[in-house]
């Protein structure tokens, strides 16, 4: 069943993004060095995510866009000429431009936003062309296993479409499954020895982490090589 309802005040609108650190802007940039033109990319919301889009656009790689939610980065990378298709998206979260944009594009028939059976269905996200899913998380733990839930004292947020975006880019030939967190959040590191909530994605679907130490590219290795990898990329 469907309820339909209308708000005077139309769509949410959050407070602006704060502006990435350098740390992320670093993450962009190594992020952006991954990618090759023509590739589907699905991107986390957020300050990482914006920075993600600045490494995309500073280095003129053009992509697919297909995510579960686009925030204003997907008009910033339509506005540099970079996007190859129309979006896919679940749903929109960001600035009146944003839903004017979208509003633009489905007036004109090429609707953005789908219904999840579509945006999220992975057969479809494994094809062609190749997935690029860079999603963060909240810790790793020692073997590239990821929490994107919380702390051990506070929750974050829910697991969203991390796992199934994750599981696809992995299974998508010459896709890749993108970890892209900070090192240290608040003086202490993401990387942590076991996590404080349930696992979110497997290590078997992390591909890549990347942090502002740069990319540790974990394909084909076992346990301790991943160990040896990570550590490169969580100094101290």
């Known amino acids: 069943m469907f309820v339909l309802g209308e708000a005077p005040g139309g769509p949410h609108a959050p407070a602006p993004a704060a502006t990435p650190s350098a ?4 993450i962009g940039r190594h992020v952006a060095g991954l990618l090759t033109d023509g590739v589907r990319l699905q991107w ?8 993600v889009v600045d490494g995309v656009r500073a280095a003129g790689v ?59 269905e992975p057969s479809r996200l494994a094809a062609e062309p190749p997935l690029i899913a860079v999603n963060t998380a909240v810790e790793v733990d020692l073997d590239g296993q990821v929490n994107v839930e919380g702390t051990r004292n506070a929750l974050v947020g829910g697991i969203g479409g991390h796992p199934d975006y994750a599981a696809a880019a992995a ?61 490169a990329v969580f100094p101290g």
């Open 23 to 26: 740390e992320h802007e670093a």
């Open 62 to 120: 053009r992509v697919h866009a297909d995510s579960g939610l686009l925030g204003d980065g997907v008009v910033t990378l339509d506005e540099a000429g970079l996007l190859l298709s129309d979006p896919v998206a679940t749903y929109l979260v960001g600035t009146p431009a944003l839903y004017a944009w979208a509003d633009a594009r489905g007036r004109a028939g090429h609707p953005v936003v789908h219904r999840i059976e579509h945006t999220h």
């Open 171 to 231: 299974r998508s030939t010459r896709g890749l499954s993108v970890i892209a967190v900070a090192s240290q959040h608040r003086g202490r590191s993401t990387r942590v020895e076991h996590l404080s909530r349930p696992v979110t994605t497997a290590a078997h679907d992390v591909d890549v982490v990347v942090t502002e130490h740069g990319p540790a590219d974990l394909r084909g290795l076992d346990r301790a090589e991943r160990r040896r990898a990570l550590d």
């Open 44 to 51: 986390a919301p957020g300050t990482l995510g914006a920075a």
